[in-house]
């Protein structure tokens, strides 16, 4: 057998005997691999699921849970809220890109309502309330949300606002350690076993068997031992961003360098490089969520500047669109500006997010006196305040479109939070699929028997984001793989 370390794909040939065998081999049981599983096994498929851990989850169980479904789910009906496929998908292409996938995204819309569906049919609960503070996501048990800055500029003028950021009902959430993401995963869980879905865990997927050009198997590591999996029908790789693999972040991502964000140490890249090994096409590897770490509640009541003084995004939109913004356009530099009255007020809300709430580091009576003391180019800040108030005076904002009801003149005392360096992501690029969740040769051709979903694929996302769209692209399209997987 090849050295454990090799990446490259293995002869069927060579393998002497086959340790586990099933029809549908996946790798990982996060909600890519569940999803794949739930649906190989409706098809008639006796399943398998390789994971690395000793127990199922992911980052999906930590995650906050939010499932980017609309074009008019029941939740959103129920809630008063009108959406359809088209508009869904005017906002998608419009805050996903550049370069996001069209037909993936009018599958992933004209498919939406059938998703939350399923998702409900196999026991995810969400609970019919909407949560509309600004916020990452909702403190309560809510199931409704924006999630992606629907309602701000500039998507609001470019389709009608929807929430579309569906969250499992929990209580007691712990940001990161206990939140929506578990209950979306518990019950799904909970279905594959019953439909007989195996979990062999302390899995390690190394490389992938080959004979000729077709997957037939992988070769994986348990307890120091290496095992061959035979996979009858089809393999889907489920394992996983590269958010943890540093030379992938160094070639591919660099402005993440250092800064790896809700994802788990396992994301290390290895579905796509195993897929690579043989052949395999990849697409927007550059492309990163970003989270920011700035409670929305101060941020929507004061203004954010880069290192330059200069305002740089409306602070009412999503905050990963922020994260963005300051990571990917800003040199990671922002403070946030905010009088003494608005800080107080913001500090009174509600937040998902109380350990993003910081102290001032400058206070002062005046712009000047505040701009000199942040060390900014004299006359910097004060132009930038001076034009943000002289319009808010009349509650607007031409210059980048916050919303009128978040738009009130900066006073004094003024203070400022330093917000630089102050962000995080993982990454959305990853192995090419097509709908049905097939890996695409670099020739355009599928490779047989080989099927991937979730952050090891490149989804709906290339270059923008929105919550929810991973635990969305992941179990939308982890299904269409476990479905693909079980035909072969
Ligand atoms: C705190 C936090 C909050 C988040 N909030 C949201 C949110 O609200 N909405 C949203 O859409 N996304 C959110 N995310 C991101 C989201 O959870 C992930 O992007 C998503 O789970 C990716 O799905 P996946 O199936 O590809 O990976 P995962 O769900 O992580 O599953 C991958 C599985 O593969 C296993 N694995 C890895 N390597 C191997 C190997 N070599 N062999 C075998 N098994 C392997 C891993 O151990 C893991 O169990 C959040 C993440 C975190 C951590």
Known sequence: MAEASSIRPQPAASIEQWDFEADVVVAGYGIAGVSASIEAARAGADVLVLERTSGWGGAAALAGGFIYLGGGTPLQQALGFEDSPANMKSFMMAALGPGADEEKITDYCEGSVEHYNWLVDNGVPFKESFYGQPGWETPFDDGLMYSGGENSAPFNTIATPAPRGHVPQMSGKRTGEKGGGFMLMKPLIETAEILGVRAEYD?????????????????????????????????????????????????????????????????????????????????????????FFGDPQLMIRGILVNGRGQRYVNEDTYPGRIGQETLLRNENQAYLIIDEASYEEGCAADSSTPFFRFQPKWVAETVEELESDMGLPEGTLQSTVEVYNRHAARGEDPVLGKKKEWVKPIGSPVAALDLRNFTAGFTLGGLRTSINSEVIHVSGEPIPGLFAAGRCTAGVCAGGYASGTSLGDGSFYGRRAGISAAKG
């Open 203 to 291: 899995m390690r997927v190394q490389r992938l068997v080959a004979d000729g050009d077709r997957v037939v198997g992988i070769i994986a590591k348990q307890y120091g031992k290496e095992v061959a999996v035979r996979a009858r029908t089809g393999v889907v790789l489920a394992t996983g961003s590269f958010a943890y693999n540093e030379a992938m972040i160094q070639s591919y991502a660099p402005r993440l360098i250092g800064r790896p964000g809700a994802a788990i140490e396992e994301h290390d890249g290895k579905a796509i490089q195993m897929a690579q090994a043989l052949g395999a096409d990849l697409a927007h590897m550059d492309a990163t969520e970003v989270a």
